[in-house]
């Protein structure tokens, strides 16, 4: 079982930055696979972004340049730093881990005034 908890979501306006973080309730260091996905209101759940234990990298195109992800296997934190936000990124935001099954955070919204 893994619990996942995140933080860091709030108004911001157009070109502003946030981090948000996705703590997790057991070690992470053996967790293959990690990330962030996002649901706008009517639209379906994307991935952002996502983070093997390795530390591969992978980022959608629409946020390419300027988000990034990012673990610290001694904290159990995974983080993703937003720059440069668009009103198109307002969306609710949730962790992700993929570890003998999928488990998912609460979400944090995120909110990108124009």
């Known amino acids: 079982q893994v619990q996942l908890v995140e933080s860091g979501g709030g108004l911001v306006q157009a070109g502003g930055s946030l981090r948000l973080s996705c703590a997790a309730s057991r070690s992470i260091f053996s967790i293959d696979l990690m990330g962030w996905y996002r649901q706008a209101p009517g639209k379906q759940r994307e991935l952002v972004a996502s983070?093997?234990?390795?530390?591969?990298?992978n980022v959608a195109d629409s946020v390419k340049g300027r988000f990034t992800i990012s673990r610290d296997n001694a904290k159990n934190i995974v983080y993703l730093q937003m720059n440069s936000l668009k009103p198109e990124d307002t969306a609710v935001y949730y962790c992700?881990?993929?570890?003998?099954?999928?488990?998912w955070g609460q979400g944090t919204q995120v909110t990108v005034s124009s």
């Open positions: 992700n881990a993929e570890y003998w099954s999928i488990y």
């Open positions: 983070i093997t234990a390795g530390g591969r990298t």
